[in-house]
């Protein structure tokens, strides 16, 4: 089973709202990813879970905060976003052999986000 | 100049012709190439994996690494309208000890017509 799950599939807010976005992935995997994509371009990382510790983070806006409750849960919370950062929001998890090598990361089916 | 260059098509094709998709890199501590699948308004599915120079085979698809020239290659066979898709290269370096980044090509967009 290579499956990643997140919900919602699609999120709508206002700029003053606060929501999250949740990721779930049962494949004993360490290493949990957030990614941006907009439109007619390639995922943009935002942030990286490495067993559990915030490993890698994009100098991504502080209105964006992850959370990794546990090695299965991915959580991206959002607050006081703004219009540009509608997108597709991407979670993807690897079994991140630290030091051997390749990171094959598979991806969840997205949360597409609006903000009004 | 971006680390993985790919050109970004749209690339038509008619039905069963063969594709072949393609992605140059400049940092010569890649070593691990991925291509990725991605459906308008899904998620990107990890078709190929390769470590390292050589070809791999999966059904109607080839993957095909050359390090010395910095080019890896798709190969599609018998092309289906189902294909249409666009096709994102990724890579990664080992740098040991650190979760590896990908970076990707900005992807090709594929139509195959029936």
């Known amino acids: 089973d290579t499956e990643v799950t997140q919900t919602p599939k699609h999120l709508v807010m206002g700029m003053t709202n606060k929501k999250s976005l949740k990721c779930e992935q049962h494949m004993g995997h360490r290493a949990m990813y957030w990614y941006k994509q907009k439109a007619k371009k390639p995922p943009e990382l935002m942030f990286v879970?490495?067993?559990?510790?915030?490993?890698i983070n994009e100098s991504v806006p502080s209105r964006f905060s992850p959370e990794c409750p546990n090695s299965s849960l991915l959580n991206l919370h959002l607050h006081a976003l703004q219009p540009e950062d509608s997108a597709l929001y991407l979670c993807?998890?690897?079994?991140?052999?630290?030091?051997?090598?390749?990171?094959?990361?598979?991806f969840g089916p997205g949360t597409r986000l609006t903000v009004l | 100049q971006k680390e993985v260059e790919q050109d970004p098509g749209p690339l038509s094709v008619p039905e069963g012709a063969i594709v072949s998709l393609n992605c140059t890199y400049s940092n010569s501590a890649f070593q691990y190439f991925m291509w990725y699948r991605q459906y308008s308004r899904k998620g990107p599915e990890l078709l190929m994996y390769?470590?390292?120079?050589g070809n791999k085979e999966d059904g109607r698809f080839t993957a095909q690494v050359d390090k010395s020239s910095k080019y890896i290659s798709l190969f599609i066979r018998d092309s289906q309208p189902s294909d249409s898709a666009t096709y994102l290269c990724?890579?990664?370096?080992?740098?040991?000890?650190?979760?590896?980044?990908?970076?990707f090509g900005t992807g090709t967009l594929l139509a195959v017509q029936p």
């Open positions: 990724a890579m990664s370096a080992n740098y040991g000890g650190a979760t590896n980044k990908l970076i």
């Open positions: 993807a998890s690897s079994q991140d052999l630290s030091g051997r090598g390749a990171d094959t990361q598979y």
């Open positions: 390769t470590y390292s120079s």
């Open positions: 879970y490495s067993y559990e510790k915030l490993s």
